[in-house]
């Protein structure tokens, strides 16, 4: 028996709850996997709470990440004792995700979990710090340079914006971190931003084209947000979209990408092929100070992660969840 955060509908609607299961009931997979550690992500946030439909099907377990040992294998890259990292492949929404002690899964969609970091640690990186690391890869695949000038992060305290921040400074950019949280200016400037500022800056309706600011730019707020950072970046200057906190509208114009050749880049975190998640995670293990990790990263019990998943929702978690799924 292990336990579990699941996630059941009926006709009176969706219930949440931790329970205990058999492992016969867990899902078809080739790799069996004993957990460790799992996150609370947005869309986990959107799946415990019900406010979005990303559960396909019913029951499910939720959990988009997870590290832990796999202990039976019929899979030819993995075997018993081997430390693994998942994140994304829709788990959590058509597959059980990690948000319990034991997972059933197929072994493509596992990446060795990197010898810099602890089970914790990837967890504490999770998928928003995964894809924070393919949102740099991608800037500086387009050959976005420090010396072209400041990088814009939205959605600052969040993970994505959190680790994002301490990638980029360690490669040597200056970073703007915008945010709703004033407060915690400080937070992000021992992360490495360089300047905060106020994300009602960005949040509404703005000129199709502004004063050119930024080399380039990871959101992942989208709408009015994403329009006014494209509407700002510098002629040549690459935007990297990643996500859609404040909606999934996009109320812009052409005039950024025809008159100043910015380039806008989506980045698929989900889906995204094996070899671009090894890249991503070796960045990670070069280039992120394991001491940020403890700014960026709390850690809660599985018993308690319903409860945190309407924190989350409610926009007051800073940085990152982990979750204990054994405690």
């Not at 205990?20 to 867990?26: F, I, N, P, R, T």
């Not at 799946?47 to 990440?65: C, H, Q």
């Not at 703005?206 to 992942?220: F, Y």
């Not at 319903?306 to 982990?322: C, E, K, N, S, Y």
Request: glycine residues 12%.
């Amino acid at each position: 028996m292990f336990s579990a955060i699941v996630i059941e509908k009926g006709e009176a609607g969706q219930t949440v709850a931790l329970r205990s299961l058999d492992e016969a009931e867990l899902p078809e997979g080739d790799v069996g996997i004993d957990v460790e550690y799992s996150t609370l992500n947005y869309k986990d946030g959107l799946a415990v709470t019900g406010r979005s439909p990303v559960v396909r099907s019913f029951p499910m377990v939720p959990g988009i990440d997870l590290a832990g040992v796999v202990t039976d294998s019929a899979h030819p890259d993995w075997k018993k004792g081997d430390r693994v990292v998942l994140n994304g492949w829709g788990v959590g929404e058509t597959h059980w995700g990690g948000l319990a002690q034991c997972a059933r899964l197929n072994g493509d969609w596992l990446v060795p979990l990197p010898d810099a970091f602890t089970a914790r640690q990837a967890m504490a990186i999770g998928t928003a710090g995964y894809t924070a690391g393919l949102c740099v890869d991608a800037l500086l695949d387009r050959g976005v340079r420090p010396d072209q000038g400041e990088i814009l992060v939205t959605g600052a305290t969040g993970g994505v914006g959190s680790v994002a921040i301490a990638l980029l400074a360690k490669a040597g950019f200056p970073v703007a971190a915008a945010t709703g949280k004033p407060a915690e200016a400080e937070y992000l400037q021992r992360l490495g931003a360089t300047t905060v500022l106020d994300r009602a800056e960005l949040a509404e309706r703005g000129k199709p084209l502004q004063k050119e600011r930024w080399a380039g730019v990871v959101d992942s707020v989208g709408s009015h947000t994403l329009a006014n950072a494209c509407a700002q970046t510098r002629y040549g200057g690459t935007v990297v979209a990643c996500g859609l906190a404040q909606g999934m509208d996009f109320p812009a114009t052409v005039a950024p990408f025809i008159l100043r050749g910015v380039s806008l880049i989506g980045i698929d975190s989900v889906m995204a092929p094996k070899q671009r998640r090894l890249a991503a995670w070796d960045r990670l293990s070069r280039d992120l100070d394991v001491n940020a990790l403890d700014e960026i990263a709390q850690e809660i019990a599985l018993a308690d992660a319903i409860a945190a998943a309407d924190r989350l929702m409610a926009g007051t978690v800073r940085g990152r969840i982990v979750v204990d799924v054994n405690r």
